[in-house]
C-alpha cells in the first residue's frame, strides 16, 4: 500500500465493517490504538508513532506502524510526515502555516487544529489500516502509563493465575478517574462486564482458554492513549 492509497483505506474504513464480535473480545487481528508520542504539537515539535495490535490468538504487541500518511494531503502545509529509522515521525509546522490553516478552518485562536493520519500496520504479513487525529498549535501529553492489577495482584512478565467461575477485578494503577479519560478493557479468554470504566469484571468460565491477555487502554479527550497488558491463566 502506498501513501496515496491510505486516503482511500481511511474512507474504506470510515464506511464501517461487520465485526460480530463484542467489542471487548480479542479474537482476531486488528488495531487497537494507534499513538502519538505527544498528541498535541507546538509549532516545530516533533512526535512518533506507534501502534498496540493483537494477532489472531489475542497476543498484544506495541510495533511500529509500516507506513503512515495524511488523509488530507493538503495538510502537508501544517504537518510533515517522514520515515525515521525503522519508524514514523510527524512533525509541526511553523505558526505562521498552522494559524492560516486554523483561520481558513474558520477556528479561533483557542480551537484546535486537528489533522487526520492514516497508519498501515502488518500483522502477521496482513496490512490492517487506523485513523489517528493530531492536534496542532499546542502542546500535550499523554495520559501516564498505568499497571494493570488482576485481583489486587500487579500483572508482570508471568502470568496471574485467576480462578474459574468467579468474579475477577481488573484495576489500574498509575492513572486515576478523570472527566477527560476514557477507558477501554479487553480480553483473549474470558467474558468482561463493565469493560469502559476504570474497572472491569473478569469471568472466565469452565470452558474458557486455560490462559490468555488482559489488555486496558486509556485515551484523552486530547486524542492521548496509554495502555497496558497482562498475561493470566486458568488452570
Known amino acids: 500500500m502506498t501513501r496515496a492509497a491510505i486516503l482511500i483505506a481511511v474512507v474504506a474504513l470510515a464506511a464501517g465493517c461487520n465485526d460480530l464480535s463484542q467489542r471487548w473480545e480479542l479474537d482476531h487481528a486488528r488495531v487497537l490504538a494507534v499513538r502519538l508520542s505527544a498528541p498535541g504539537l507546538a509549532p516545530g515539535e516533533v512526535a512518533t508513532v506507534d501502534a498496540l495490535v493483537v494477532d489472531d490468538a489475542g497476543a498484544p504487541t506495541v510495533v511500529a506502524p509500516r507506513l503512515v500518511g495524511l488523509a488530507d494531503p493538503a495538510d502537508a502545509a501544517v504537518l510533515r510526515v517522514a520515515p525515521d529509522g525503522a519508524g514514523w515521525t510527524v512533525t509541526a509546522g511553523d505558526a505562521a502555516a498552522i494559524a492560516a ?5 474558520g477556528l479561533t485562536d483557542d480551537q484546535p487544529l ?23 498549535g499546542e502542546a500535550l ?42 477507558f477501554d478493557w479487553l ?25 490468555g491477555h488482559v ?3 486509556v485515551r484523552s479527550d486530547a486524542g492521548g492513549a496509554a495502555w497496558a497488558t497482562a498475561a493470566i491463566a486458568a488452570p
Open 101 to 105: 490553516a486554523r483561520a481558513a478552518a
Open 114 to 136: 486537528a489533522i487526520s493520519l492514516g497508519a498501515v500496520v502488518t500483522i502477521a504479513g496482513v496490512d490492517h489500516v487506523a485513523t489517528k487525529q493530531v492536534r496542532l
Open 141 to 182: 501529553a499523554n495520559p501516564p502509563t498505568p499497571v494493570v492489577h488482576v485481583d489486587g495482584v500487579a500483572a508482570g512478565d508471568a502470568p496471574v493465575p485467576v480462578a474459574r467461575d468467579r468474579d475477577i477485578a481488573l484495576t489500574l494503577a498509575g492513572v486515576a478517574p478523570a472527566d477527560d479519560l476514557a
Open 187 to 211: 480480553t483473549s479468554t474470558g467474558a468482561l462486564t463493565h469493560s469502559e470504566t476504570a474497572a472491569a469484571t473478569l469471568v472466565v468460565a469452565p470452558d474458557d482458554a486455560p490462559s
Open 215 to 217: 489488555v486496558a487502554i
